[in-house]
């Protein structure tokens, strides 16, 4: 469990976001083993997801 979506991105193989105690979306990471977190931010599907997810997070 991590709060940095960067992190979160490159380390797992999936995501869930909890809203209001339920799940919101999983998200599946597509990337090959190993990350790095690097490659990872300059990749466009991960920054679309890390948007996503972002959006999920702060929308009231």
């Known amino acids: 469990m991590t ?8 380390l797992a ?3 869930l976001v909890f809203k ?3 799940i919101a ?5 597509p990337f090959p083993r190993p990350r790095d977190l ?4 300059a990749d466009r ?3 679309d997801i890390y948007h ?4 999920l997070l702060y929308q009231h």
Do not use: H, P, Y
């Not at 709060?3 to 490159?10: G, H, P, Q, W, Y």
């Open 3 to 10: 709060n940095d979506l960067n992190e979160a991105i490159t």
């Open 20 to 22: 209001d105690g339920k």
């Open 13 to 15: 193989d999936r995501i």
């Open 38 to 41: 690097v490659d990872i931010t």
């Open 25 to 29: 979306k999983e998200f599946s990471i």
């Open 45 to 47: 599907t991960a920054r």
């Open 52 to 55: 996503e997810i972002r959006q």
